[in-house]
């Protein structure tokens, strides 16, 4: 019965004109479209946040392409169920002359062995992978995955498209309920989305269903943030709170609060976040955040990416609390992060200016004869290590990228850039 089909699925679009948003990939130039019209149809990983519209193109690439679809969810899945598919998909092949579409939910999820076990159908042809994953794929994808695959970004809904998806959802469930429901504003259903298309159409259902007693009803936002608040689960680690939480993580570590760190640590953990998540989070935040003022930092967040790694749960949250808590202990900069984007962004202005001929490699004569490497002069013969040249382009000496910031190790790194440097920088 359609009854009992959720409206999150009766409202699935069936081709690529009725998918919200994502026209960088779907509109008329978007290369989805290109490789349904051409027929090139290849190996896809699907990036991006829940809800966006991941497993529908793959079902609409399918349907289209006019191949058989086989689905399976790397959170239940192992490398059996992997190779079973891919003998059907070998023997469909035979018959069908088109490769049929594996699809893998959640492919982040797999290991590298059940990785490894899709290359060789994926190179023989056996299959056309399409991945879907809401971590980065150069992190949760093997390279040489990644490498025979194309990888397509999905972007959050924007306001007017979740708002164009909260009036096809109400005329939908009015249509079949025979109701005259209506929003008086919709900013609490969107807020509760995230930008997650199936939770919102979840939302507004539920929301709806709890006036099926009366004939028409004008909801406010009070009554949304009524219903939803009861029904709101305490971490859903693949919607709205699996960004709102690690974004508190951080910025408690960023702000030095030890205590915050390791509640927002707990609720993550508690929820089933995973583990390697927030060591990769952490890893990145001790260069960002804490960098020069305690390059031990560094150190110590990589061993603890390894350590969770090999170890998993539920011994890993101890290793993860040790360096939540020394991060958050441990002095601040971003001296290097902001360094590295000054220079970046100087580079995307000034061009590609010549590298000085002193600092040139000059492996052969004519090199030498065009003076390639004269005038360089090799810092360790010199005392203290250090010799005074110049090191950047002639048109841009003197510019001053990294600034240390006020600690004690940068104190310390200042101090001895003044006195090589002698004012330069």
């Known amino acids: 019965m359609i009854s009992n089909i959720p409206l999150a699925e009766q409202l699935r679009p069936k081709n690529l004109d009725e998918v919200l948003g994502q026209e960088h990939l779907t509109g008329k130039t978007g290369p989805i479209r290109k490789m349904l019209l051409n027929n090139t149809l290849s190996s896809i990983i699907f990036w991006g946040p829940p809800g966006t519209g991941k497993t529908t193109l793959a079902e609409i690439i399918s349907e289209k392409s006019g191949r058989e679809f086989y689905k399976l969810s790397a959170v239940s899945s192992g490398v059996k169920d992997v190779r079973e598919v891919i003998d059907k998909a070998k023997n469909s092949n035979l018959f069908s002359g088109k490769s049929p579409i594996l699809f893998i939910d959640e492919i982040h999820r797999f290991n590298k062995s059940q990785q490894d076990s899709l290359l060789h159908a994926v190179e023989k042809g056996w299959i056309v992978l399409i991945g879907a994953t809401t971590e980065n794929p150069s992190f949760e994808v093997v390279s040489a995955l990644l490498s025979r695959s194309q990888v397509y970004v999905l972007q959050s809904l924007t306001l007017e498209k979740l708002e164009e998806l909260i009036t ?103 929820g089933g976040e995973d583990v390697k998540f927030i060591a990769r989070r952490l890893l990145i935040l001790a260069a960002e955040d804490i960098g020069l003022a305690n390059p031990t930092a560094l150190t110590l967040a990589n061993t603890c990416f390894q350590a969770v790694n090999v170890i998993g749960n539920p011994e890993s949250r ?59 002069a090799y810092a360790h013969s010199y005392e203290g290590n250090f010799v005074n040249i110049e090191f950047l382009p002639e048109e841009i000496s003197g510019t001053k990228f990294y600034n240390p910031s006020d600690n004690s190790t940068e104190n310390k790194i200042a101090a001895e850039l003044s006195k090589k440097w002698k004012g330069k920088y």
Not at 344 to 359: D, E, S, W
């Open 318 to 376: 101890i290793i993860l609390s040790e360096c939540a808590v020394y991060l958050a202990v441990s002095p601040k900069s971003n001296s290097a992060y902001l360094a590295i984007d000054e220079a970046i962004a100087f580079v995307k202005k000034t061009g590609n200016l010549p590298v000085p001929l002193h600092l040139r490699n000059a492996p052969t004569k004519l090199m030498k004869e065009m003076n390639y490497g004269k005038d360089y």
């Open 168 to 270: 096809i959802t109400v005329k939908k469930y009015n249509n079949f309920h025979s109701k005259n429901f209506s929003f008086e504003t919709t900013n609490a259903l969107v807020k509760n989305s995230g930008g997650d298309a199936r939770k919102l159409i979840n939302a507004v259902e539920l929301v709806l269903n709890q006036y099926l007693d009366q004939e028409e009803k004008t909801i406010n936002d009070a009554d949304v943030l009524s219903i939803l608040q009861e029904n709101i689960a305490l971490y859903d680690k693949d919607g709205e709170q699996h960004y709102d939480i690690i974004s508190a993580f951080i910025k408690s570590i960023r702000g030095s609060d030890p205590n915050a760190a390791v509640y927002w640590l707990a609720r993550m953990l508690s």
